[in-house]
């Protein structure tokens, strides 16, 4: 069983991720294989310094995720010239790992977390799609306070996002975590004991 996980920025997807690995789930967090996916000597390594310039390869030799992200940011052109190298191979790991997963224990379930799920395809080779939502004022505070972003900033990434009704149209579960701490985890409980049960007898969340 195979769970693709993903919501906008503050949604709660690293909340939702937690308490599903706590019961039981295998997580694979795509943010992670991301930073993988262009390591030096990669393939993906070599594309993104050819395509965007050496600036981009910091003193390190790695890429400064920083300069390459000012070379992308609200430049949709740059930004899928990046993807169209990234994506493929976070995915690719992304199998990887699924399959080493189930081979260990077929019967897992295994969770994939993933921001861009919906936008890189990746649900296609998921069971169940399970979306995080939150307004999007409250997802705005709470990335301000967490992370002390600009709320313009944080406002325009939202933007640039899949929607939340675009996100409800294309789930199997949605848990909203628009309230107070104790309702998400709350919900998050019975989104899993649902799971447990259509397991149990073998029925599709729709």
Do not use: C
Not at 11 to 27: P, Q
Not at 50 to 67: L, N, Q, Y
Not at 120 to 132: C, I, Q
Not at 154 to 172: F, H, K, T, W
Request: aromatic share 6%; net charge negative; hydrophobic share 45%.
């Amino acid at each position: 069983m195979i769970i693709g996980l993903t919501g906008g920025i503050a949604s709660g997807k690293s909340t939702a991720s937690k308490y599903f690995a706590e019961r039981g789930a295998y997580v694979i967090d795509s943010d992670k294989l991301g930073h993988r996916a262009y390591e030096p000597g990669t393939e993906a390594f070599a594309a993104v310094a050819r395509t965007f310039g050496p600036e981009v390869v910091g003193a390190d030799g790695r890429i400064d995720r920083k300069v390459l992200g000012g070379k992308v940011f609200g430049r949709p052109e740059e930004l899928k010239k990046l993807t169209d190298i990234v994506w493929p191979e976070i995915r690719r790991l992304t199998q990887l790992e699924i399959q080493a997963a189930l081979a260990e224990d077929p019967d897992r379930v295994v969770v994939l977390e993933a921001a861009v799920m919906l936008e890189a395809g990746w649900n296609r080779s998921t069971d169940e799609v399970w979306v995080v939502i939150v307004e999007p004022d409250i997802a705005v505070a709470r990335a301000v306070a967490r992370d002390g972003l600009d709320p313009a900033a944080v406002r325009s990434r939202i933007a640039s996002q899949l929607s939340n009704a675009e996100r409800i149209a294309r789930a199997d579960v949605v848990i909203d975590n628009s309230g107070t701490l104790e309702e998400f985890m709350s919900r998050l409980e019975a989104a899993w004991d649902a799971l447990e049960t259509r397991r149990a007898a073998q029925e599709p969340a729709r």
